[in-house]
């Protein structure tokens, strides 16, 4: 069967970082959503339901009309128990728990005319009760569910001792540590793998004297800057670079946070930097729970979480000695320069000073995006630039972003 993505009507509860990706390239343990289930599948491909102003920056794919396809709700992760479910869902049915849709299995033509579409219709499939399963409901869930599924995925890689290891490091419980080729364990670190696993990915660095407690997923071309603390329950996304100190967070790719600070259950978009010595804030002082904004009313709730950090979105970034309110979630492009605790909601494209949020105008944005993404070899697409004019418009003509 071919695969493809569905988002349904929760989407929301996941910006601002579903503002400039598909749910299914969320990040959570090792790999995106996709990814586990490309992997639990074993599906080359994939399509998806890709929303307009993503097209050109993401690919939604195609589907063959002779070949049957399943459809997956983004919001849920594959473990063995739901992966019998759908394999033994025949043509013209649907997997349901409540009113959600788990996952459904179609001819190719209506799939193909879905996808061009752009919404999937399930109200004519045959309803499969599921007993349900644990999926995504807010955002703060990829870092609670983190380590979990850290230790799921990497039950289901190779392990490996390809990299290089100072013979200086220390490796506690080592069958439970996986170094991927080309990766590198700088002397006088240590990976304790005792309450979870290792994972340090192709290519990536582990700089002298840092502690990795687990479990913990250091991702392709990553760097863990020298000195560093990453606890329990953190993924560090390709080609970041983090350091100071950190605990059960998730940094989607490209994001520096290299210097002392403190974050903690938090999850960090694509190409975002902390300047040197901002902390997060994850805990109330009174010890109640915590209360975040819903992003399209803008109004506090109560998360019914006691510990949250920050939700930021991509291309946000801090000046140095900043701090950060628990409970804060940031839109696309935001610059935070305030000594002061920030508002808790920032709104897209925001520049942040001292008692005063003012726009950030898109040219200038749009520069800065440009002058970071070139230090990775990597240049701004039209459509990229779209996507982030859209937002900005969203922005300032009344809509949530």
Same mark, same amino acid.
């Given at each position: ?52 102003? $993503? ?10 009309? &002779? ?39 179609? !001819? ?16 004519? $499939? ?8 644990? /999926?995504?409901?807010? =955002? ?11 230790? !799921? ?13 100072? $013979? !200086? ?10 170094? /991927? ?20 990915? +192709?290519?990536?660095?582990? $700089?002298?004297? %840092?502690? =990795? ?5 250091? @991702? ?7 000195? %560093? ?7 560090? &996304?390709?080609? /970041? ?30 190409? #975002? ?7 997060? %804030? ?15 009313? &803008? ?16 291309? @946000? ?16 492009? #935001? ?9 808790? =909601? ?7 000073? %001292?008692?005063?949020?003012? +726009? ?42």
């Amino acid at each position: 069967m071919q695969l493809c993505f569905f988002e349904d009507e929760k989407l929301t509860n996941f910006h601002p970082l579903t503002l400039t990706r598909p749910l299914d390239d969320l990040r959570i343990g090792i790999f995106t959503i996709a990814e586990k289930w490309r992997r639990a599948l074993d599906e080359d491909s994939f399509s998806r339901i890709l929303r307009t102003n $993503l097209s050109g920056t993401f690919k939604g794919g195609s589907i063959d009309k &002779g070949d049957s396809c399943v459809w997956i709700n983004s919001r849920y992760l594959p473990n063995d128990q739901l992966l019998k479910e759908i394999d033994n869902l025949s043509e013209g049915t649907c997997l349901q728990s409540g009113e959600d849709v788990i996952a459904a299995h179609t !001819d190719g033509a209506s799939s193909q005319q879905w996808l061009e579409e752009g919404t999937p219709d399930f109200s004519n $499939l045959l309803v499969v009760q599921s007993m349900g399963y644990e /999926c995504l409901e807010h =955002l703060w869930d990829l870092f609670q569910m983190n380590g979990r599924s850290i230790k !799921d995925d990497f039950e289901h890689i190779q392990h490996v001792r390809k990299g290089s290891i100072s $013979l !200086d490091a220390s490796l506690l419980k080592e069958g439970e540590i996986t170094v /991927c080729e080309d990766a590198e364990i700088e002397a006088q670190t240590v990976l304790d793998a005792r309450e979870g696993p290792i994972y340090i990915g +192709p290519g990536a660095s582990v $700089l002298v004297g %840092s502690v =990795l407690r687990g479990p913990v997923a250091v @991702c392709e071309n990553a760097i863990i800057k020298a000195g %560093s603390t990453i606890n329990e329950d953190t993924t560090v &996304g390709p080609v /970041c670079k983090v350091g100071g100190e950190v605990e059960n967070t998730v940094f989607h790719s490209y994001s520096n946070k290299a210097h002392r600070g403190y974050i903690g259950n938090s999850v960090v978009g694509q190409w #975002c930097n902390f300047g040197s010595g901002t902390t997060v %804030s994850n805990l109330k002082t009174n010890y109640g729970n915590v209360r975040v904004a819903d992003w399209e009313t &803008g109004i506090d709730e109560d998360s019914g979480e006691q510990f949250i950090g920050i939700m930021m979105g991509d291309h @946000c970034k801090t000046a140095i000695n900043s701090v950060i309110n628990s409970g804060t979630v940031t839109g696309v492009s #935001c610059n935070i320069l305030s000594r002061d605790f920030p508002p808790t =909601l920032i709104r897209s494209f925001s520049w942040v000073g %001292s008692n005063v949020v003012q +726009p950030y105008q898109l040219d200038k944005a749009i520069r800065a995006m440009k002058r970071m993404m070139i230090r990775r070899d990597i240049e701004i697409t039209d459509a990229y630039e779209d996507m982030m004019s859209t937002i900005f418009k969203q922005r300032y003509h009344g809509h949530p972003a």
